[in-house]
């Protein structure tokens, strides 16, 4: 659902703006930093993209499923990572809130994350709790008003710069599955939490992941979200419904570029007395590229508005993260193929996006797990 057209494309035209003057020039600079340069952090505030799809009542611009999705393919055409930076506010780290939250517990975190004043980031995973997330070991135990929390997270995008965090943790010490976990916000400043360094990873180089340690982290029982226990699964699973969806628009916006760079070279560059566009091999590969991106920007906009119109999506979340993500990888490699050996130099934007899409079938679950939570869909509602 679009709500204003008109004020919504402007929003759109801005950002497209934004992405071809300001994002994608600096996207060098970011692979050899490895830090997204404070101004453009000022300008992505400015925006408002750290608020997205924080509601309006907090502060932020309240966006509808349809229209986050559409600023998601757009933001992503520069490097995945600008948006990963804010990503975890307008995402995961700030949906549990959004969903489950208590009106205390938004009125406290929602107008600072929508400023991008704090960042937010979501703690599920754990060494040995990837994509049965349900075993989870992190633990919280009640002490009076309080819980104690002791376990480690990892993988945790933007840990080193997060200011709270949605952590899930087994408040009933007794069980093993997803029953026994609550969800909790736990603010970076309590004692006994500790980041470690950033992993050192195959691309994505500017979004930072860590682990999260908690050794006797007290927390007050008011950062349950929601005020309830045992209901921490299902509120991760519930904000990852909509990042699932929000990853396949993420990758629809970067084998939109790819496609793009693929085009361009393939036009300028000349082999055997002619652009290589003009020959038949590379136009197969141009063509199915465009049908495999639209394919998914179909999807995603689908799945989008049923989404506004108050249907469940979990399925086709998961349909859709699972195709965009694999496709993605598709259009990736024939980039690569198209720029021949400059595809494969470190100066080139698709070596750099080859490296950088491949994390898009492994988090927020991987293709597997999307297909698992397909087929057990189909095989529940047959
Ligand atoms: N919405 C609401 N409730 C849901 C739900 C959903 N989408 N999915 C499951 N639930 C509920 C179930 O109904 C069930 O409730 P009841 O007990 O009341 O029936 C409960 O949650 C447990 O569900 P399951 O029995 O299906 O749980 P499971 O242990 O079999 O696990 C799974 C299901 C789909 C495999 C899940 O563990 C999963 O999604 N695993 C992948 C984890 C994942 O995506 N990790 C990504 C980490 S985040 C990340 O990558 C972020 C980052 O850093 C950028």
């Known amino acids: 659902m679009i709500r204003d057209p008109e004020s919504f494309t402007l929003l759109l035209d801005t950002l497209q703006r934004f992405v071809r003057e300001k994002l994608i020039p600096r996207e060098a600079e970011v692979t050899e930093t490895d830090e997204i340069p404070a101004d453009v952090l000022t300008a992505m505030r400015g925006l408002g993209l750290f608020g997205l799809t924080i509601p309006e009542e907090y502060g932020g611009l309240g966006l509808t499923t349809e229209e986050e999705v559409l600023t998601s393919m757009a933001v992503c055409y520069a490097s995945p990572v600008f948006r990963s930076r804010f990503g975890t506010n307008t995402g995961i780290g700030s949906q549990g809130i959004v969903i489950d939250g208590t009106p205390e517990q938004k009125k ?183 049908a495999e991106v639209y394919a998914a920007r179909s999807m995603v906009l689908e799945a989008a508005r049923r989404k506004d119109a108050g249907v469940n999506i979990t399925m086709e979340a998961s349909c859709a993260k699972l195709f965009a993500a694999e496709m993605v990888g598709r259009v990736a490699d024939r980039a690569v193929q198209i720029h021949g050996g400059a595809g494969y130099m470190q100066a080139s934007a698709v070596e750099r996006l080859y490296r950088d899409v491949r994390l898009f079938r492994l988090y927020e679950g991987t293709s597997q797990i999307q297909q698992l939570v397909i087929a057990r869909h189909l095989l529940k509602d047959g």
Not at 109 to 123: D, H, M, Q, V
């Open 108 to 290: 406290k975190y929602l107008p600072r994350l929508a400023a991008g004043e704090i960042t937010g980031s979501f703690a599920l995973t754990e060494p040995e709790a990837g994509s049965d997330a349900g075993s989870l070991r992190t633990t919280a135990k009640r002490d009076g008003d309080h819980y104690i929390l002791n376990g480690s997270k990892r993988y945790i995008t933007n840990a080193p710069e997060a200011d709270i965090f949605t952590v899930m943790a087994r408040t009933d010490l007794n069980s093993k599955d997803a029953k026994g976990v609550s969800a909790f916000i736990v603010e970076r400043n309590t004692p006994g939490l500790t980041v470690g360094p950033y992993d050192r990873k195959m691309g994505q180089r500017g979004s930072h992941t860590a682990d999260v340690i908690f050794d006797d982290v007290r927390v007050p029982a008011s950062s349950v979200i929601g005020g309830k226990e045992g209901q921490g699964f299902k509120t991760a699973m519930k904000v990852l419904d909509k990042a699932r969806l929000n990853i396949a628009a993420v990758c629809t916006g970067a084998a939109e570029r790819l496609l793009d760079e693929a085009l361009n070279y393939a036009r300028e560059r000349r082999q055997f007395g002619k652009p290589i566009a003009e020959f038949q091999l590379i136009q197969a590969m141009l063509a199915d590229s465009k």
